[in-house]
């Protein structure tokens, strides 16, 4: 492995992004695509590149991130945390833009387990007195 490869993590909900950050040309490959392909609509789009917007870097990296578990949504806010905790070990000045910003931030809310005896996680059956 090369010297200048920067490596993070990042998490939402189920989804685990690991990013891979060196010098290039802001080249950004998701899963061995390229990201507009692997992710199709602008809003999940804006939400990867928002910690290099953010941070003026979005031409100073070429990025691969390989992505599992998730939805879209939370496959691009993984890829987001991801991406922002490289960007911090790559400059330490970032970081307190960054926490401003609330990209630092693990988003860790996920879906709430079903009971038993109960149709969901709060939802409970229709009650008869009679």
């Not at 990013?19 to 609509?41: H, M, Q, R």
Request: proline share 2%.
């Amino acid at each position: 492995m090369e010297e200048n490869i920067i490596y993070a993590t990042g998490k939402r909900k189920t989804a685990i992004a690991r990013a891979w950050l060196k010098p290039g040309s802001g080249k950004i490959t998701v899963n061995d695509k390229e990201a507009d392909d692997y992710f199709t609509t602008l809003m999940v789009r804006n939400l990867l590149r928002s910690p290099l917007t953010f941070t003026e870097t979005a031409d100073k990296f070429d990025i691969k991130l390989k992505i599992t578990g998730g939805g879209m949504t939370g496959q691009a806010g993984a890829a987001r945390h991801a991406l922002s905790k490289a960007l911090t070990l790559f400059q330490a000045d970032l970081r307190q833009p960054l926490k401003a910003a609330g990209f630092l931030k693990r988003d860790a809310r996920i879906k709430e387990r079903k009971k038993y005896g109960q149709r969901g996680a709060r939802a409970n059956y229709q009650f008869s007195k009679r």
